[in-house]
């Protein structure tokens, strides 16, 4: 019999006790048994994984958002083992990326009829150890909305409470100069955002980053906006759309971008920073690319 690990976060955005119920009834119908995990802290999905794959663990789900997907797959890294994503928080970028429905119940379908695929992953190496991001790596103004956007309004308003933070961080937008080095290559820009993209969707469908970006392409695409003012912050973010729809990028005065497999990100003064939604610290740090390094069920 296929067993399963479902990973929950009670306190992400759209979790809810009845979910896991759901899909323990449809594993159950198909043949499959499941054990159910709760989190109650940062670490705990990444532990649980770990003790998962241990025991012989066939796939790894988690019903929770970015940020809890996120350690568990970190302890995937590397396995055979996949993870199967159903969306529970307030974004869930990773799996709009992948095009997993936004229903739980739909999403849990996966698990069973979905096919496994090979994705990459960003990591950057921190003082208390290896970080993964599947989406983006932020420095600057996006992570000061994640940072400031309190849980309780997630969960009453769900993305819609990252625009009003949004809103209220926009009138203090201010670049800093910054060095930034794509393989051994740097150069200097101005910039209130810097983003380390792995995925070419922020906001999927609707805010594409560049067309050419996939998640399994084996590099990372920088894109660093220069903006000193809520005009220039809503000019350089209609820019970015723009170029999302075309098959021709260009760059301009306050629109810089790369690509490479290692990139540093270096601010003259600190800037917050931000993995898939969640703050981790702050700048400089470095991510580099981690090829195919993760299965997932995918539709």
């Given amino acids: ?92 970028l990773l799996a709009g990326n992948l095009r997993i429905p936004a229903s739980p119940p739909r999403a849990a379908q996966i698990l069973m009829s979905g096919r496994r695929r090979r994705i990459d992953l960003g990591r950057v190496v921190l003082p208390d150890g290896e970080h993964y991001f599947g989406v983006a790596a932020g420095a600057g103004v996006d992570a000061q909305v994640m940072g400031s956007t309190a849980t309780a309004d997630k969960r009453r308003w769900g993305i819609g409470a990252y625009w009003a933070s949004t809103f209220r961080v926009l009138p203090g937008l201010r670049s800093t100069e910054c060095r930034i080095t794509v393989d051994g290559t740097p150069f200097d820009v101005r910039a209130a955002l810097v983003l380390v993209m792995n995925c070419g969707e ?13 998640i399994d392409d084996g590099v990372l695409d920088l894109v660093a906006v220069t903006a000193d003012s809520v005009w220039e912050g809503i000019r350089g973010l209609c820019r970015v759309v723009i170029d999302g729809r075309r098959a021709v990028i260009r760059e301009t005065p306050y629109l810089r971008y790369a690509r490479g497999t290692r990139i540093t990100v270096e601010p003259a003064d600190q800037l917050p920073v931000q993995f898939d939604g969640d703050p981790v610290g702050v700048t400089p740090f470095t991510a580099e690319v981690v090829p195919g390094c993760l299965t997932v069920m995918a539709p």
Avoid: K
């Fill in 202 to 214: 922020m906001i999927p469908p609707l805010i594409r980053i560049r067309p050419d970006i996939a």
């Fill in 1 to 92: 019999m296929a067993r399963a690990l479902l990973i929950t976060n009670p306190i992400a955005a759209r979790t809810n006790e009845s979910t896991p119920q759901r899909v323990a009834r449809y594993l159950a119908r198909s043949g499959w048994s499941l054990d159910v995990a709760l989190t109650t802290g940062p670490e705990d999905a990444r532990e649980m994984t770990r003790q998962a794959i241990t025991s012989g663990v066939d796939v790894v789900a988690v019903f929770a958002g970015d940020g809890t997907t996120m350690q568990a797959a970190a302890a995937l890294v590397g396995t055979e083992v996949p993870l199967a994503l159903i969306p529970g928080g307030t974004g869930n």
